[in-house]
């Protein structure tokens, strides 16, 4: 299965940086509180999706988990602006998926590799 021409988990973890990079520019009316709270549970809702759809789970979940629990730690441990909050989330999704990116495979072995 592909989105866009390419593999389902890097499309939704660059969907969840890209609504971390709107929500750091300041596009939204939103606190950084509110904005921080979004970002962190649309990566969790996100990363689950990718973790679903790739084999093993472990290091999809283990990404979501680490970048959810990052972007939820900015927010509410620290006082820290949006635009730190989408900078920390960006980052950490950025990182972690290319660390375990080779790692995990489509949940159907048989999907072509290329479109």
Do not use: C
Request: aromatic share 4%.
């Amino acid at each position: 299965m592909k989105l866009f021409g390419r593999e389902p988990v890097v499309v939704l973890n660059a969907l969840s940086a890209a609504l971390g990079l709107v929500v750091s520019l300041g596009f939204t009316s939103l606190t950084a509180e509110q904005a921080g709270a979004i970002v962190g549970v649309a990566t969790a809702v996100l990363g689950a999706v990718a973790a679903a759809m790739t084999r093993p789970v472990a290091p999809q979940a283990f990404t979501t988990v680490v970048a959810a629990a990052a972007t939820l730690t900015a927010t509410f441990g620290f006082e820290v602006s949006q635009s730190t909050i989408g900078a920390v989330n960006g980052l950490v999704l950025a990182v972690l998926t290319l660390m375990t990116r080779p790692q995990v495979t489509p949940s159907k072995p048989d999907a072509p590799a290329s479109a």
